[in-house]
């Protein structure tokens, strides 16, 4: 789900392919705190870089491609899917639900699809973060008297690395914790508890500390960091609008078919006759209820901002399973250890083998190479990796892009691509716009249809190569004016 043919798309445009340029830059640069795109501090992309420094990580073992941008994410997601599978063995001794809970999670498109699991962005890295702060803090509300500071410190530190992360997003659960603080009549103890205190302040101290690094090396990051973070809560940013049931709608495409088990999982935990199942049960529904009220609420709605959500309605409906089991087998009468576990596993594997299998299909038939239907402006990815295999002696030449939309005036996408292919020493590979004038015999690549049109009406040229929208075109000499 998570790794298949993770290098095969190229990368998609804005976040991810700015955070490859991000990462790029840094690795080159070896400036960890101040992330850089395009020669410059980048005060559009103001997050953390947590997930910068693990590209880098995995870019200087990988080179530089999609499979080192992406392969964090990926490792998040299945860190993310083994943390429920571990929890629920573990802690709650149920098989039943550590197996529902995890491929419930695998199986759901928006999880396992592009911007979260499969993609080079923000988002798998803080959901895992998230999911283990709040399994934590779970725990730590439930937990004996002696081990309750070691699951406090887990959590403040897994908060740490969320907002290392995303920022101020990783501090949106922490509503549905307060609730289900005060639900549990625990909020009293915890306020008395000087563990509570001292990891207070560790997440604050250390959670502020990039920040206030950030703004002595790149003043003004402060004021680009709150415009942008805060800002799209109280504003639409970049027309991204949508009404309150944005997120709901959402999930009607992207988690189905578990959609419509998630109140019934609420409900069958509120009445089972197992205290553990109806606290962890009231513990997710509050979580659930809580996130999709502070992102709803949001003027700024992206689909992937209610992600975090996931994994715990995952669980919630792992734990519903898992009471349906008792209840089959109870009803059943079945006695021998051996028969239970047989139906119990033959009705999980039931309810998910059909899931498991569109999901299966669905991941490999879209992560192929070289798609012909992705839209232009992401098809020079592939259509360099092309000239890399029919056009080898070809390793001069330069890629017009359009100037707009990015800091520089470069497309993300295309500054990653241009910048990666001429850190190779047999490559001198230039990134150029239409403005500029191309001298005579020089080889000029584009994917974009409108550049090749201004080609056209201002040079001879002869055609190279040729696949789709892109062209690699050797400029003869300028058409008389």
């Known amino acids: 789900m998570f790794f298949w043919h993770l290098d095969a798309l190229s990368l998609r445009t804005y976040d991810e392919a700015r955070r490859a340029v991000n990462a790029l830059e840094m690795s080159l640069n070896g400036n960890f705190i101040v992330s850089y795109f395009d020669g410059q501090p980048d005060l559009w992309g103001t997050k953390p870089p947590l997930l910068l420094w693990l590209i880098v990580a995995c870019m200087k073992v990988f080179g530089y491609n999609e499979f ?155 004021e680009a960091m709150l415009s942008n973070e805060v800002g799209r809560y109280s504003e639409s940013v970049e027309g991204h609008t949508g009404n309150f049931w944005f997120y709901l709608q959402q999930m009607q495409r992207t988690f189905i078919p578990w959609l419509y088990l998630l109140l019934p999982g609420l409900v069958v935990t509120q009445i089972s006759q197992k205290r553990l199942i109806k606290a962890l049960g009231a513990f997710c529904g509050f979580y659930l209820i809580c996130h999709f009220l502070v992102v709803s609420s949001s003027q700024t709605k992206l689909a992937w901002y209610n992600v975090p959500q996931y994994p715990i309605a995952a669980l919630l409906i792992g734990l519903g399973v898992a009471e349906a089991c008792h209840w089959l087998i109870k009803y059943l009468r079945v006695n021998p250890r051996s028969k239970q576990q047989l139906i119990a596993g033959l009705f999980v594997c039931a309810l998910l083998f059909l899931p498991s299998l569109r999901m299966a299909r669905k991941v490999s038939g879209t992560y192929v190479h070289s798609r012909p239907h992705d839209p232009p402006e992401v098809q020079l990815g592939y259509y360099l990796r092309r000239l890399q295999k029919t056009q080898p002696e070809l390793t001069t030449f330069q890629v017009m892009d359009v100037a707009k939309g990015t800091v520089g005036g470069r497309r993300a996408h295309t500054l990653f691509y241009v910048k990666a292919a001429d850190l190779d020493p047999k490559y001198a590979i230039a990134l150029v716009t239409p403005e500029q004038t191309v001298p005579n015999n020089q080889v000029v690549v584009t994917c974009i249809p409108a550049i090749k049109t201004q080609l056209v009406a201002r040079y001879q040229l002869s055609t190279i190569d040729t696949k789709g929208a892109c062209s690699a075109l050797m400029v003869k000499q300028a058409k008389a004016s």
């Open 68 to 222: 080192a941008v992406r392969l964090p994410s990926a490792i998040a997601a299945t860190t993310t899917v083994l943390t429920l599978f571990l929890f629920s063995t573990f802690y709650l001794q149920s098989l039943v639900v550590g197996i529902t809970s995890a491929f419930v999670l695998m199986t759901s498109y928006g999880y396992v699809a592009e911007h979260v699991a499969r993609t080079g962005d923000y988002d798998a890295l803080l959901t895992l973060w998230i999911t283990v702060y709040s399994l934590a803090y779970f725990v730590y509300i439930h937990a004996s008297s002696s081990k309750k500071p070691w699951y406090l410190w887990l959590t403040a530190i897994a908060i740490v690395l969320a907002m290392w992360t995303k920022g101020i997003a990783a501090l949106i659960p922490l509503l549905g914790l307060f609730v289900y603080t005060i639900y549990q009549k625990r909020l009293g103890q915890l306020l008395r508890s000087p563990s509570f205190y001292g990891s207070a302040i560790f997440v604050i101290g250390a959670g502020l500390s990039y920040y206030l690094l950030r703004e002595y090396y790149n003043p003004g990051y402060l």
